[in-house]
């Protein structure tokens, strides 16, 4: 019950505080989910995909359960690099007497109200109760903007944290410099991870608006004076004079090449002191990101709610390199500093990134970049093609400039194919091509399971190709996570698909025919007496006992009941398998309807107080939109005849897992750096794509739009129509079913629609009414 009133709280406060004109960035509310944070969940003081993501963190053991948790009521730093398996560059500022100083070392925490916080997207406020100090941050690409208000009367200073455990990563080792009066460089190394197999090191250089008096360095040796140091387990506090007159301004400059690189980071991006102007670019940055979406309709809340969504699908996956292009390759045996291509000003081409996994991408990220950032995916694809040319795989997951070998399969491959299907065309698709095909052949990415860093036996892909499916169990041996053989066969079958796409468009026929040959190899999984895709051994040998609601066993984060309709790019040929498309509709309507009571989840336990739902144990759930493996699972009865119960269940989804806004209801899994947000995105637009966009002139299909009218404002350099518009009459909370649509002010007697009609601008106008129409969009 207590839970309850949290969020009865945080509804009053919204519906109080609706103002008809904010601007998308005024609605974001960044605080969403909080509570159940990870390391890079969170962010304030940031950029769309900039390196730096600076904000306080109340947790720093680890990376799951770390970061900002709403819920911990003392801030640990304000910390810079929050990235996928990287961490870095924490600071905080301190007061102190000659007498405690000392003591500061040991602990610099402190308590904090969220009365006294202001978090917007760019921003972050806080009052440090134990200091009493107000501090304010934001921030460029890769600069931190600091603004400290001090006491009076107090001795003041910032503490570095150079060493100790920070998120994901230790850091086992640092230095700094005193570099001028108001200047320090530094460095420190992250350990190596379970998921990143090399110490990767973050640069900084700090600069201070008031001189430097003196710097404490504290080490196991004990504390003293130093302007040098580098080695283990130490940190440094810099003190300034006492009764400073204004604020104390910081810039932090990160980079992961070195100390110059940091520098000339500083200097490109933040050369002069206006926070005021800083934090107002990074306000209207992000403004003018999330405009490119714009909603009418709708209550407060889900407006809110839609551009957090949005929010989170644009914020987790970050830059690497620096603003002159210069990068650190980590792919070798060596680190080498490598430079990226430059166009006539001189500026770099496009940004080398840090990325999660790809993985359940195709139904997520791929549709939302494509459509809506369409830069940002040619980006992503001119970077993954630079660790191709530097390490000899496109990754699916990369750390620090590195491979980690994240989840399972070749998930770049339907992220490639869709952006260039689409036309976004910036990138070398011949060489993209060699590099795909590599990762679906024994040594490639399709070999490799989850963090599979020095073998590539863990993916059974030469069972796969030799036999049809991958065995589980494979082996005896255990070469990394997620080695269920299953979930495999299914993930590379569809990928198999897509790359067949690309070969047939390139003319390479040859590769076409082996590959759309594989891409049925998901049919040697299906059990036709228990009508569950099934896990079997290497001797052919169905898995027995079999429990379809079994978690993982033969399948990754999910169980047989979710995985058997894992078959996006043969729809029909599962139908046959299933008895049918009547006989698939009658199967998925009845799954949906006994998950309901769990709200479609089947994850985190602790949630269940503030959620209202039940928990299931063991995540045994026939339908779960709380992960990637089941995000289609409302769309299918589109494929098979049925499209308003793909109108009635995405809308109920979307009510159920995608419409809680307070600290302690967000996403009720792992949102996973914008896939869970991208996916709440397209469905609240009533837009997906099944098969990833990867076919020619990709499909879309239509669902349940929340809103009464949405814009997509499409980028000139990509499409030749200015906007995407869907607008939806008589639409409201008891109206999920469209009755009559139109493209264009033609009728659409369908739910399909085609790339081609969006470049060219298309206008869906649809009538919803509150009874499904069962004679009209029938495939």
């Avoid at 086992?172 to 110490?199: C, D, L, Y």
């Avoid at 594989?518 to 079999?546: A, C, V, Y």
């Avoid at 009635?648 to 750096?673: A, H, I, K, M, N």
Wanted: net charge negative; proline share 5%.
């Amino acid at each position: 019950m207590k839970g309850l009133l949290y969020i009865a709280t945080f509804v009053m406060l919204f519906s109080c505080n609706k103002n008809e004109t904010s601007r998308p960035v005024d609605l974001v509310y960044p605080q969403m989910g909080s509570a159940w944070s990870r390391w890079f969940y969170f962010s304030s003081a940031c950029r769309p995909f900039g390196m730096v993501s600076l904000f306080p963190d109340t947790k720093i053991d680890g990376e799951w359960k770390s970061g900002y948790r709403y819920g911990v009521d003392t801030i640990r730093d304000f910390s810079h690099i929050h990235e996928w398996q990287l961490s870095g560059v924490a600071v905080m500022p301190v007061t102190f007497t000659d007498e405690n100083r000392d003591s500061i070392f040991a602990d610099w925490s402190s308590v904090f109200s969220h009365q006294t916080e202001t978090v917007k997207p760019g921003y972050h406020s806080v009052l440090l109760e134990r200091y009493q100090i107000k501090a304010e941050l934001t921030a460029t690409n890769r600069v931190g903007a600091h603004r400290y208000k001090f006491p009076e009367n107090t001795k003041n200073g910032v503490v570095f944290q150079l060493s100790k455990q920070l998120g994901p990563a230790e850091l086992i080792e640092g230095g700094f410099k005193q570099t001028t009066e108001n200047e320090i460089t530094g460095f420190m190394v992250n350990s190596p991870t379970m998921r990143r197999p090399k110490p990767t090191t973050v640069y900084f250089c700090a600069r201070f608006s008031q001189p430097i008096k003196l710097i404490h360095l504290s080490t196991a040796h004990g504390i003293s004076p130093s302007t040098e140091w580098k080695g283990e387990n130490g940190n440094i506090l810099v003190e300034f004079n006492e009764n400073l007159d204004e604020p104390l301004l910081m810039k932090v400059a990160v980079s992961f090449t070195d100390e110059a690189g940091a520098a000339k980071n500083l200097e490109t991006e933040m050369p002069g002191w206006d926070f005021n102007q800083v934090a107002q670019e990074a306000d209207n940055h992000w403004n003018d990101m999330l405009s490119r979406i714009e909603i009418e309709g709708g209550t407060e809340q889900q407006q809110r709610r839609f551009y957090s969504d949005l929010y989170h699908a644009i914020m987790g996956r970050r830059i690497i390199s620096d603003a002159d292009g210069k990068y650190a390759d980590l792919t070798g045996p060596e680190k080498i500093i490598r430079q990226l291509p430059l166009n006539e000003q001189g500026k770099p081409k496009f940004n080398m990134y840090n990325s999660d996994a790809f993985w359940g991408a195709q139904w997520t990220l791929n549709t939302l970049w494509q459509l809506v950032y369409p830069e940002v995916a040619q980006e992503f694809c001119n970077s993954f093609l630079e660790y191709y040319k530097n390490g000899g795989l496109i990754p699916r997951g990369p750390s620090g400039g590195n491979y980690t070998f994240v989840m399972t399969g070749a998930s770049s491959t339907p992220f490639f194919v869709s952006t260039w299907q689409k036309g976004i065309r910036g990138f070398d698709i011949n060489l993209a091509y060699a590099g795909l095909k590599k990762n679906h052949l024994p040594g490639g990415m399709m070999s490799k399971v989850g963090y599979e860093h020095s073998t590539t036996n863990g993916g059974g892909l030469e069972w796969y190709i030799q036999n049809g499916y991958v065995p589980y169990p494979l082996s005896d041996t255990i070469y990394g996570s997620h080695q269920d053989g299953a979930a495999i066969t299914l993930e590379n079958s569809y990928q198999d698909w897509c790359l067949a796409q690309l070969a047939k468009l390139l003319g390479k026929m040859d590769d076409y025919n082996t590959f759309i040959q594989q891409s049925d190899n998901f049919k040697n999984l299906f059990n036709p007496e228990l009508g569950f895709m099934i896990p079997k051994d290497k001797s052919g040998n169905w898995k027995t006992p079999f429990d379809p609601l079994l978690y993982d066993n033969g399948f990754i984060e999910g169980n047989g009941a979710q995985y058997t309709w894992f078959v996006p790019h043969n729809l029909p040929a599962l139908f046959e398998l299933l008895g049918g498309a009547d006989s698939a509709i009658s199967r998925l309507n009845r799954e949906f309807e006994l998950t309901r009571e769990f709200g479609f989840c089947n994850e985190h336990p602790e949630k269940e107080a503030f959620t209202g739902l039940k928990y299931v144990n063991d995540r045994r759930t026939w339908i779960n939109y709380s992960n990637q493996p089941n995000s289609h699972a409302a769309f299918i009865f589109n494929h098979a005849g049925a499209p308003w119960l793909t109108q009635y269940w995405s809308r109920t989804v979307v009510d159920s897992v995608f419409s809680g806004l307070s600290p302690y209801l967000g996403y009720q899994g792992d949102e996973d750096q914008g896939l869970m947000g991208s996916l709440a995105v397209l469905m609240k637009m009533g837009i997906f794509q099944m098969s990833g966009g990867c076919g020619e002139d990709p499909l879309y299909e239509l669902g349940s739009p929340l809103f009464d009218k949405v814009t997509i404002h499409l980028q000139s350099e990509f499409y030749q129509s200015p906007a995407f518009t869907i607008t939806c009459n008589g639409n409201n909370s008891n109206s999920p079913f469209i009755q009559q649509a139109t493209l264009n002010g033609q009728p659409l007697k369908t739910v399909w629609f085609k790339h081609s009609d969006i470049n060219k601008g298309a206008l869906i106008s649809l009538k919803m009414g509150s009874k499904p129409n069962t004679t009209r969009f029938n495939k």
